[in-house]
């Protein structure tokens, strides 16, 4: 049982000798996509409810996060306990907290907390239906912030795309404010969680080789160093009094439903590596723009939801918007890595 994403080594031999049937390998593509979709649409909707539920009424945003990275935290020891104990069972690397290591990951850790805690403030104060469209702009910031910190352009079609996407994204925020439900709060939230994830993206290639290149390591530094930072903040912010003030802290179902959720949190990360190793960034990316279609949906009908056909148009803008991005940088890379048949060779590239 190997829990990372990267292809190994014995698969790739036995695709040497030969390839599995068709059939076989689409019934894995669909099962690892199922999953995926499985896992985040579910986690999404259970944290709806832990942060946002009038039946729960806990109004501690911060101890839900802190909790979801003490599980985190635990689950990947859990594991590289194991692995040490039976190397057989599963593949994982060997976990040490190393202060040093984990001082070298810190700066990181700080955009890790903002990205994880946006994105819950965000779904805090806004609908399901209208969180993809609150955290859509997590491109926009891909592209400006890869000219800003690393100088790299991009091209017109890619910019284009972008276009759409915050076209897509002005059309939401004014159709939820024409329906009355938007909350600006939770708008903003989600700006900054989209800010935040272009960030994480940016110095996660930084820090990794400060961890082996290891992105299990990597996972278990950032939340240990959650953990840590979101003690004071539960202090600082009064969370702590709300969780003595609250009628279900000794529930059973409601420790139950914040240990899913922690469970949910680590395994997003598992079924993404998963899904990239059996299709590939592409299609992870098209299947993600997929899944938030179908999320949207299913919250307009979970929560009886009747929606305007502008309101429609914006989340097709930012999903097509997004699509198209993909599908232009998915070219570019392409064409850069072909750049053509020499003089006097047959071309085998197809559009």
């Known amino acids: 049982m190997a829990l990372n994403g990267a292809p190994d080594p014995s698969g790739e031999a036995e695709a040497g000798s030969g390839e599995k049937p068709f059939l076989l390998r689409a019934l894995q593509i669909a099962l690892v996509v199922s999953l995926y979709w499985v896992t985040s649409i579910s986690m999404v909707f259970l944290n709806k409810y832990l ?15 802190f909790y979801q990275c003490l599980v985190t935290t635990l689950l990947c020891k859990g594991l590289s306990t194991l692995a040490t104990c039976c190397p057989g069972a599963v593949d994982f690397p060997t976990l040490r907290l190393d202060l040093r290591v984990a001082r070298s990951v810190l700066p990181l850790s700080v955009v890790f907390i903002g990205m994880i805690t946006f994105n819950n403030l965000c779904l805090k104060y806004v609908g399901v239906a209208f969180y993809n469209v609150g955290r859509s702009l997590t491109t926009v910031f891909n592209v400006l912030l890869s000219y800003v910190l690393l100088k790299q352009t991009t091209s017109l079609y890619a910019l284009l795309t972008c276009s759409i996407i915050i076209g897509g994204f002005w059309l939401g925020v004014d159709q939820e404010e024409a329906e009355g439900t938007l909350s600006l709060v939770g708008t903003v939230f989600g700006v900054l969680a989209s800010l935040c994830v272009s960030l994480n993206a940016i110095y996660t290639k930084k820090v990794l080789p400060a961890v082996d290149g290891s992105i299990w390591r990597l996972t278990f530094y950032n939340n240990v160093n959650a953990c840590a930072l979101f003690l004071p903040l539960l202090l600082l912010l009064g969370e702590h009094q709300a969780l003595l003030d609250f009628a279900q802290l000794d529930s ?100």
């Open 252 to 351: 059973a179902h409601f420790w139950g439903m914040m240990t899913l959720g922690g469970l949910f949190g680590f395994a997003i990360g598992y079924v993404t590596g998963l899904q990239i190793k059996f299709t590939s960034p592409l299609t992870h990316n098209v299947s993600g723009t997929a899944k938030a279609c179908a999320q949207t949906v299913l919250a307009v009908l979970y929560f009886e939801e009747t929606k305007s056909f502008l309101w429609w148009t914006s989340n097709a803008m930012v999903l097509g918007g997004s699509s198209a991005y993909t599908w232009v940088r998915g070219w570019e890379m392409k064409s850069q890595e072909d750049p053509g048949p020499r003089e006097g060779e047959k071309s085998t590239v197809g559009v």
């Open 51 to 65: 942060l946002d539920s009038p039946s729960l009424r806990l109004d501690a945003p911060i101890f839900v996060t």
